[in-house]
């Protein structure tokens, strides 16, 4: 058997990235933050599409040529089909047929969620691979799932958000305390700082294994407005204890709904994925629940946490490895499940 690279492309939110894999192994992983988003706090959709084909050329001519790969080399070309933001869909896969037509190679569409989760079966030193059947985390800024994961391509959600995604809870509160979008990884390094049991906040009462975190946001934005009122210097005299306080709370929150996830299917393996997975907090968290609870967790390489194209590629790879071809009509979708 020759082996099989894989060209993949993902473009679904604010992100350009491609990568070039051979095999399950990465050859290459580049990515191209859109940074004009910060100045709004906010992805703004049309400057995201706008930027993704400024990047997608450059992005994809890195990606091979750090690979060492020749284009005529390549077996298919992998893309983020959804879910996302349309336009920015629209440009990575619009790329990808047009690439995948002109080399006469297979093209695959890639659901972006799956990819979060399957980025565990890239071959990396130092990463176990999880087994079958395993229990997802999938935590990102547009999503907060648990999955239940089969098989490659058999997963089912068995908890999600009822509102906000964990990663718009960090991003929100960070707002509130006045530090720039994207604020996530900012509440992470003061957290790191701080004493995560200065001031408590009430956790949703939500049944079942579903999130909310829309309450946690106000209960935030009520406790910091009542304490200014008493000192305009409380953000900035304690902010690394409003930081440790508010990720402790968006732990504990999580690892009730997944000790509760573990009690329900009888599952220990759990791995996390999605960009809110690079929380230091969560991350240590979850490598104590080994010792703790006997959980085997599966923590990803940073790279392969926020949004990146390796993660569409090895899901391309399992799709190629069963001919999970599309036909150049395969349309993206702003809005899918598995
Ligand atoms: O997966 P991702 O890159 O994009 C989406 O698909 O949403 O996730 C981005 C989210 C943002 O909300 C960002 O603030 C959050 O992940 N994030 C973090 C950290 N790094 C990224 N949140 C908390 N701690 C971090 N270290
Ligand atoms: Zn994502």
């Not at 060209?7 to 004009?36: G, H, P, R, W, Y």
């Not at 001519?61 to 005529?72: F, G, M, Q, S």
């Not at 959600?157 to 006045?178: M, W, Y």
């Amino acid at each position: 058997h020759s082996a099989v690279f894989i060209l993949a492309i993902e473009s679904s939110c604010d992100d350009t990235a491609a990568a070039v894999l051979k095999n399950d192994k990465v050859l290459s992983n580049v990515v191209a933050n859109q940074l004009i988003h910060n100045q709004y706090g906010g992805v703004v959709p049309e400057l995201a599409s706008r930027a993704h084909q400024q990047n997608i050329v450059p992005v994809i001519d890195a990606a091979l040529k750090k690979a060492n790969i020749n284009k005529d080399q390549l077996s298919a070309i992998a893309f983020t089909q959804g879910p996302g933001l349309m336009g920015s869909l629209l440009v990575g896969s619009s790329f990808a047929k047009s690439m995948a037509l002109a080399l006469n190679i297979p093209l695959i569409a890639v659901n972006h969620m799956q990819a979060h989760i399957l980025a565990h079966f890239i071959e990396e030193e130092g990463f176990d691979k999880p087994s079958f059947p395993f229990l997802a985390l999938t935590i990102s800024g547009g999503h907060t799932q648990i999955v239940k994961v089969n098989d490659f391509f058999d997963m089912e959600i068995i908890g999600e958000t009822t509102d906000d995604a964990v990663g718009e809870a960090f991003d929100k509160s960070a707002k509130i305390l006045g530090l720039p979008y994207p604020g996530g990884p900012l509440v992470d390094k003061y957290a790191q700082l701080g004493n995560p049991k200065a001031f408590a906040f009430t956790k949703p009462k939500v049944p079942g294994l579903d999130f909310s975190f829309s309450g946690l946001k106000t209960a935030i934005l009520y406790f910091i407005q009542k304490k200014m009122i008493e000192n305009p210097n409380f953000i900035e005299e304690n902010l690394n204890d409003i930081c440790a306080s508010i990720q402790h709370t968006i732990i504990e929150i999580l690892m009730d709904k997944l000790k509760l996830a573990v009690a329900t299917t009888g599952i220990k393996q759990i791995a996390i994925g999605g960009g809110v997975s690079a929380n230091s907090g969560i991350r240590k968290t979850l490598k104590e629940a080994e010792q703790k609870y006997g959980w085997n967790t599966h923590i990803p390489k940073f790279e392969y946490t926020t949004d990146n194209a390796a993660m569409i590629g090895i899901v391309g790879y399992q799709k190629f490895l069963i001919a999970n071809f599309e036909t150049s009509n395969v349309v993206s979708k702003a809005r899918i499940q598995f």
